[in-house]
């Protein structure tokens, strides 16, 4: 990657301070491999605080999203439909078991997927509906989880950027609550972090067995640990999905802050809607889409920019000026490995997001003079080239 000395980076992994001396406590304990006290107070805290019915630390969300493949019985030419705009495990864990993806458009306001085009493409072979709540920013999920049922279909939310997000209406439910499964990830860029690092949540109870034991390299080690059985052995297909128990130690540094984590996050992104809004050159530019079913959890603040080559330009602009933003997401529909074997229609509005939007800056210890900064130039660049 070329080098550039960034005076404001994209992001910034937060250390809590803590993840040193919970990591030297799993060490003392004599327990490293996975599945120790610290993997349960971690899967423990996503229960008692969300409360989904089960969950299951695994080294990352793509593991989370190949075992949620895996529970859903996915045979080869099953058909699970998924947005374009999306991160590639979503797509991957599931063409690993042999499906056919089914690519719908985002929505013209965000680029969450569309509600509307997702019915139209179900057929008898659509075993699930996958979507993931870009920028932590609830899709229309009510809206989704009905369809889902009425078609006896698995709902899979991918919960990659939404920890601690929620859907409100009538009362406020935790993101990743609806799906029969939600796949969280810990990598760096997330809002908390091992470095990598994801969770299985399990909404639905019929399949809380057969995840542990494919967990658990498709053995019924949990019931062996529960002393449920005299021996482990192989029972259902499975593979190494638990990080050790220094990874867990570093998560659950994490998560003993996720409060403070959260509420920084959140005011950054909050302050960059407040100083952008204000610009008068802004209704070129569209701002992240919150519908009022939706909050921001802090974790990507994005524009979308009206053109390609405006977007390309904006991201150099600030560039030269040492700042860094990002696009993102290559719309998985026309990537190399997947455009000749989709058939459908064009997604203009994925390709929208894949070509005009950039993400800025967001991280727990970016300030508020360094969001000013950041406005200013944009400010600049839009009265010069929009
Ligand atoms: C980061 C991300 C993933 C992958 O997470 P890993 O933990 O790196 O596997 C999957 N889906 C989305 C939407 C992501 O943003």
Not at 73 to 80: L, R
Not at 204 to 220: L, S, V
Request: net charge positive.
């Amino acid at each position: 990657m070329e080098k550039v000395n960034y005076k404001i980076t994209y992001n910034r992994p937060y250390v809590t301070g803590d993840e040193a001396s919970y990591m030297i406590k799993a060490v003392a304990s004599g327990k490293l491999s996975g599945n120790g006290i610290f993997t349960q107070r971690c899967q423990d805290f996503f229960i008692n605080k969300y409360g989904f019915k089960a969950s299951l630390l695994t080294n990352s969300c793509t593991a989370a999203l190949e075992m949620s493949a895996i529970l859903c019985n996915i045979q080869s030419g099953d058909e699970v439909i998924m947005p374009s705009f999306t991160f590639v495990s979503m797509a991957n864990a599931f063409v690993l078991r042999g499906a056919k993806i089914v690519f719908a458009d985002s929505s013209e306001f965000s680029p969450n997927i569309d509600v509307k085009k997702i019915e139209s493409l179900i057929t008898k072979k659509t075993k699930a509906i996958v979507v993931v709540h870009y920028a932590g920013i609830s899709c229309d999920i009510i809206e989704i989880a009905k369809l889902a049922k009425a078609y006896n279909l698995f709902l899979i939310e991918d919960v990659a950027h939404s920890i601690d997000s929620y859907y409100h209406g009538d009362e406020k439910i935790p993101l990743g609550k609806f799906g029969d499964f939600a796949t969280f990830s810990f990598h760096e860029t997330k809002n908390v972090t091992c470095g990598e690092g994801g969770l299985l949540a399990i909404n639905n109870e019929n399949y809380i067995e057969r995840a542990e034991i494919i967990w658990e390299k498709g053995t019924n080690r949990a019931d062996f640990n529960r002393k449920k059985v005299k021996k482990y052995e192989w029972v259902d297909i499975g593979s190494s999905f638990l990080p050790s128990e220094l990874t867990a130690a570093f998560l659950l540094a994490q998560l003993d802050n996720l409060e403070n984590i959260q509420k920084q996050r959140v005011g950054v992104f909050y302050k960059y809607f407040e100083e952008l809004k204000k610009l008068s050159s802004i209704e070129k530019i569209q701002l992240p889409y919150i519908p009022e079913y939706a909050s921001s959890n802090g974790h990507l603040f994005y524009l979308v920019l009206p053109t390609k080559e405006h977007r390309n330009k904006l991201i150099n602009y600030l560039k030269d000026r040492e700042i860094q933003v990002v696009f993102h997401y290559q719309s998985l529909h026309k990537s190399p490995f997947y455009k000749n074997k989709f058939k459908g229609q064009k997604l203009l509005n994925s390709e929208k997001y894949s070509d005009c939007l950039v993400r800025l800056p967001i991280y727990y210890s970016l300030n508020f003079n360094d969001i000013i900064i950041i406005v200013s130039e944009i400010e600049k660049f839009s009265k010069k080239y929009l």
